[in-house]
């Protein structure tokens, strides 16, 4: 009996110990697994791609030129009605993304400036924290791009056809068309790399920034239609501060001949040349015998800016469609999470005009769809939630389950793409930007609330204030500065601006 309880007792306390040692490798190998699992993310980002072309977010254009591969990432996850960037032109938008922080803080206010490469970026964190990363397309900052493990990046502003790329090992053209290359360059890298560990691709087109040249196959598209004209075509800027009558942005008055097409920005093959030429010098051939004068002018250009425009959007959809279909063919998308968005919105003849730096809405607002199967419930819309480029690197972050360092000035969306905003989440948006003069658009800042926008101009030529209700003046036509009935809301958001001015460390 007694040599059986003893048997009996070494035999409880292996079993105990293989008990601990089974339930260790369980946790270990869920922790590892878990530690496997973070996901991917493919951040697939345009140039000047307004939420006006994108038909998830429906609108006038939907339906004439559909964009079914964008709006499967919008239908399979989330679309944002409210994401606004912080100061609405390229290269700045850029280095927000890359820094989260406002421009003021990354030194890259406007195009002229250089971004200083040796500051913190999330990529450079994300590497840090075992991800594999790259950039492939538009990168408008002119330094050498760093925290990629590979690189392969538009010189300047990028050409249509047959553009410049550079990598770490020098500049070398590629023959065909940028959105196509771009995404054929993704497709490379996703194919060569690392794949025991989770990457960031940053898929970043030149489309549809301008001078809007299609790619040949797209040239039909839309020929034979006419596309509806935006309601404020020919606004005349009353009941607003003088600033915007003082643009050079319009589709009137200041297209010129390469965003026309009666001139080509690439230099192209003599095949796509002859392409291309068959197409439009026909056409600009019949336009300039019109000798068309004032609206029907107007008229016509707008026809030819947007026909561009969106054919040039419709190629940037097709690669969204062919980076889905890779992650689909691959096994990668329960594990990727998916981005699109653009470095601001634009303005698609609406006040008239193209471009983009305006506080308005249409540059303002920015698109943004993300896909995240298992973790955002399909075909959620968030059109409350205020939400912005500033806050993409904190996400970067949070998704690599890195530290977020505390000079971030954006928060993490992760919780708001699950659906459980955060009780402290911002109410309220800064805005400032700083090119003046770019294209007329006078240095200026403002707050919103997500339907009170509250602008000022200061330079002394303007020196005024807008006040705008989006609610009740969705095209923002009338200012409502110091209007009786609006005080209340005006000296609320004038506190607000000087809050977010002292929380962000602006100085006028
Ligand atoms: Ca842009």
Redesign the pocket.
């Known amino acids: 009996m007694v040599a059986s309880f003893a048997h009996y007792r070494v035999w409880v306390g292996m079993s105990k110990r293989i008990l601990i040692f089974i339930l260790g490798a369980v946790f270990l190998s869920s922790f590892l697994s878990a530690a496997e699992k973070r996901p991917n993310i493919l951040f697939i980002f345009c140039?000047?791609h307004a939420t006006q072309a994108i038909s998830a977010y429906g609108g006038p254009l939907a339906k004439l030129a559909p964009t079914p591969n964008i709006d499967r990432i919008a239908r399979e996850g989330i679309l944002f009605r409210k994401c606004y960037v912080t100061n609405s032109?390229?290269g700045p938008?850029r280095a927000v993304v890359l820094t989260g922080k406002y421009s003021h803080l990354n030194g890259f206010t406007t195009n002229t400036d250089t971004f200083d490469g040796t500051q913190q970026t999330a990529p450079k964190l994300l590497q840090q924290a075992g991800y594999s990363t790259a950039i492939v397309g538009k990168w408008h900052l002119k330094s050498e791009p760093t925290g990629f493990d590979h690189f392969e990046v538009l010189k300047g502003q990028g050409e249509y056809y047959n553009p410049r790329l550079r990598t770490s090992g020098g500049i070398a053209v590629s023959e065909g068309y940028v959105t196509d290359i771009i995404t054929d360059h993704s497709i490379d890298w996703l194919e060569s790399r690392d794949p025991e560990k989770p990457f960031l691709l940053m898929s970043q087109h030149k489309a549809p920034?301008g001078r809007w040249e299609p790619a040949i196959r797209h040239l039909e598209f839309l020929d034979d239609v006419e596309v509806p004209e935006p309601v404020t075509l020919f606004d005349d800027y009353s009941g607003r501060s003088k600033a915007a009558a003082q643009h050079e942005m319009g589709i009137a008055d200041h297209m010129g001949d390469f965003r026309l097409m009666f001139q080509y920005s690439s230099k192209h093959t003599p095949e796509q040349k002859a392409a291309l030429d068959a197409y439009f010098v026909s056409r600009n051939k019949a336009f300039l015998e019109a000798n068309l004068e004032g609206k029907d002018k107007t008229r016509w250009h707008y026809q030819r800016y947007i026909k561009n425009y969106l054919r040039c959007v419709k190629a940037v959809d097709e690669s969204v469609g062919r980076l889905l279909d890779y992650l689909d063919d691959n096994g990668l998308s329960d594990n990727t999470i998916v981005i699109y968005s653009?470095?601001?919105g634009f303005y698609l003849g609406e006040h008239g005009w193209f471009d983009?730096r305006w506080m308005y809405e249409e540059s303002f607002r920015t698109p943004l769809l993300v896909r995240w199967p298992g973790h955002i419930e399909a075909g959620s819309v968030n059109r409350d939630d205020i939400v912005s480029n500033l806050d993409f690197a904190s996400t970067f972050l949070d998704l690599a389950g890195a530290p977020l360092p505390e000079d971030l000035q954006g928060a993490s969306l992760v919780p708001v793409l699950r659906g459980a905003t955060p009780q402290d989440w911002r109410k309220t948006h800064y805005y400032h930007y700083y090119e003046s003069g770019g294209h007329g658009v006078p240095l200026h800042f403002g707050v919103t609330d997500g339907r009170y926008k509250l602008i000022r101009f200061p330079e002394s030529h303007l020196d005024s204030w807008e006040l705008f209700d989006i609610e009740s003046d969705p095209l923002e036509l009338e200012s409502r500065y110091d209007d009786p009935a609006l005080l209340e809301v005006q000296s609320g958001l004038h506190s607000e601006l000087k809050r977010l001015q002292s929380l962000y460390e602006v100085s006028e």
Do not use: Y
């Open positions: 140039d000047d032109i390229c938008s920034h653009s470095d601001q983009k």
